[in-house]
């Protein structure tokens, strides 16, 4: 922090020096960035972006996976994410460096090339190359921490000494082991309960497979009662899946929709193979003018060693970024416009189109697809209304609401509405009188048989005609039965007229 103070000030030294010299202003800004914020300061060349572009990074800046911190083994927060294999943009402004980002890197340089391939990058979609993702681009875990308390003053963590496999999942404390890949239904943490003087064996229960990364005991050393609280930190791995966020520094997000052999995807002169494949239709409509500065300015920063500046206002409508960066690529003895010739991964010829190919910096988004991921067929339901709970983690439904009926409608998916509204939702068998229409009419009455003891039969009378000669069984969503019943709570009776088919 002590270098950081003494940049600032340099900087205001030589501002003040400015106007001195000048003699016009008695006031001025420290820089022409000052009134940018943190996360717009790290956008590469706001200033060449449409403005909505620069206000999504500044949302999206928030959600990268990267490093929030150094010490990954005291930390007991309760989710941390983090980016295994960061890399430094090779084009960034220079608060970039003012505030050490580097020392908490939050992305990675991909080598993109600017096309339309497969089809599968339809939709802000883009295609990852296997190869790259095996090894190692964009990897990623979550910390997970999780404390255990023992409700009763006496109790204390310890493995049952009689119990013998015990101590394949647990040390003789009564925690796992640190390290151990934690399973599903597996023996999670022992501890003697006071209260029901044996000892309790807790299992892993609802976890997606993990590492223990850590075990912390909480408690204070000079009291000499045993700890009550256990802090067990869990490592996820998380590398890149189909369905995964990406985005570029420029407000530019997508979906991994594949990831693509590598051998199947185009290769330039030299052989290179794209790390990411993005759409150009992506371009036109977003106007972010700022990332294909940042191909261009990337790939001659690699080509020459270099880091380069993407502070804004640096640049000038004679003095261009794109001529500054399209000179050092030609030097390179690249093409001016930041393009190649490239070749098809599938059948090997060359492709006609010039394609846009460079270095970004990507950042991948903490929205992932294993926490959002949902299905239902049957599950647990609405104890009142019989209908599907909501949630995710309850194996709830998604909401088919009023807008997707119309939809389905609309297709003529009869079938498909049917098994989502009734059969899969609140299906029941009901009775009804045919004569009066009624479906509160009909009672069950049980019949004891006098021959057969122990055996009864049940029949059904409609309450209103005294007979039941026409009771039918229908099947019914349970609300509708509900509905009727909460209108009859009000003096209105409802009369379903019957066909017979
Ligand atoms: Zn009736």
Redesign the pocket.
């Known amino acids: 922090m002590e270098c950081s103070n003494k940049k600032f000030t340099l900087h205001l030294f030589y501002s003040t020096n400015y106007a001195f010299f000048v003699g016009v202003t008695t006031h001025m800004e420290l820089s022409k960035t000052a009134f940018l914020s943190n996360l717009a300061q790290l956008i590469p060349m706001p200033d060449c972006n449409q403005s909505p572009r620069n206000m999504y990074q500044c949302q999206m800046g928030k959600q990268t996976m990267g490093t929030p911190c150094h010490n990954w083994d005291l930390q007991s927060e309760t989710k941390l994410y983090r980016l295994q294999t960061p890399s430094t943009p090779l084009f960034r402004p220079v608060h970039h460096d003012n505030i050490f980002l580097d020392d908490f890197a939050m992305g990675t340089n991909a080598i993109v090339a600017v096309i339309s391939y497969t089809g599968y990058d339809m939709e802000d979609a883009m295609i990852i190359n296997k190869a790259s993702e095996e090894r190692g681009l964009a990897h990623g875990s979550i910390y997970k921490s999780e404390f255990i308390e023992l409700d009763h003053p006496t109790s204390y963590f310890a493995r049952d000494p009689d119990a013998k496999n015990l101590s394949q999942y647990m040390d003789s404390d009564g925690l796992p082991y640190v390290g151990r890949k934690i399973s599903n239904d597996e023996p999670l943490y022992c501890f003697y309960d006071c209260d029901k003087s044996t000892y309790v064996v807790k299992m892993v229960k609802g976890k997606e497979e993990c590492y223990l990364h850590s075990v912390k005991l909480c408690g204070r050393v000079e009291v000499k009662s045993p700890c009550k609280i256990a802090c067990l930190t869990y490592r996820v791995p998380r590398n890149p899946s189909v369905g995964d966020k990406f985005a570029s520094r420029a407000g530019q997000k997508g979906i991994c929709s594949q990831k693509w052999p590598a051998e199947d995807l185009p290769f330039t002169e030299t052989g290179l193979v794209p790390d990411i494949v993005f759409n150009p239709h992506g371009f036109p409509s977003r106007m972010t003018i700022a990332m294909m500065i940042e191909i261009m300015a990337g790939k001659s920063a690699a080509l020459h060693g270099l880091v380069h500046d993407a502070t804004p206002f640096r640049f000038t409508e004679e003095d261009t970024a794109i001529d500054y960066f399209g000179r050092l690529l030609e030097q390179g003895g690249y093409n001016y416009y930041g393009t190649e010739t490239m070749y098809s991964g599938i059948d090997g010829r060359e492709m006609t189109a010039q394609i846009f190919f460079g270095v970004v910096h990507y950042q991948r988004l903490r929205h992932m697809v294993s926490d959002k991921w949902q299905v239902r067929s049957t599950g647990p339901t609405d104890i009142l209304t019989r209908q599907p709970l909501k949630g995710r983690r309850r194996g709830g439904g998604v909401r088919f609401g009023e807008m997707e009926r119309d939809s389905l409608i609309s297709h003529g998916a009869s079938f498909l509405l049917q098994d989502r509204l009734l059969h899969c939702s609140d299906e029941t068998t009901a009775f009804i009188?045919t004569?009066?229409?009624?479906l509160l009419?009909?009672v069950t009455e049980i019949i004891e048989m006098a021959d057969k003891p122990h055996h009864s039969e049940t029949k059904e009378t409609?309450?209103?005609?005294g007979h039941g000669k026409?009771?039918s069984e229908i099947k019914i969503p349970y609300i509708f039965k509900f509905f009727v019943t909460q209108l009859a709570s009000c003096n209105i009776n409802v009369r379903l007229k019957c066909q017979e088919i």
């Open positions: 009188c004569s009066c229409g009624t009419g009909p409609c309450r209103l005609c026409n009771i």
